[in-house]
């Protein structure tokens, strides 16, 4: 099993910077993927960026605004968040998989809480 707790959202304006953090315990040594998607109110859940043994993948809306990371020795993924947006405002969920990453929600079977990530105008 595999717990996965995410922290550090938060209300901020546009233009701000946040940085989320997704604590993982349990048996986290076989885990191949780690990544980050989010749900805006009356949205579907969609993908936001992951992060393998060697890669990372982004949607195209993030792509040079916000950098996902990982630090082995915590097992704890981040997402830095720059330049955010109004559109970027959603829960942000943490999520993990055994194999390749993929953007694909179903793939993935390891799900944290979720923490909310605010952006005014």
């Known amino acids: 099993q595999v717990q996965l707790v995410e922290s550090g959202g938060g209300l901020v304006q546009a233009g701000d910077s946040l940085r989320l953090s997704c604590a993982a315990s349990?048996?986290?040594?076989?885990?191949?993927?780690m990544a980050w998607f989010r749900q805006a109110p009356g949205q579907d859940r969609e993908f936001v960026a992951a992060?393998?043994?060697?890669?990372?993948i982004y949607t195209d809306s993030v792509k040079g605004r916000f950098t996902i990371s990982k630090d082995n020795t915590k097992d704890t993924v981040y997402l830095q968040m720059n330049s955010l947006k109004p559109e970027d405002t959603a829960i942000y969920y943490c999520?993990?998989?055994?194999?390749?990453?993929?953007?694909?929600?179903?793939?993935?079977?390891?799900w944290g809480q979720g923490t909310q990530v605010t952006v005014s105008s």
């Open positions: 999520a993990a998989k055994y194999g390749l990453r993929t953007h694909l929600v179903r793939a993935y079977y390891y």
């Open positions: 349990g048996h986290t040594f076989s885990l191949d993927t």
């Open positions: 992060i393998g043994k060697i890669d990372t």
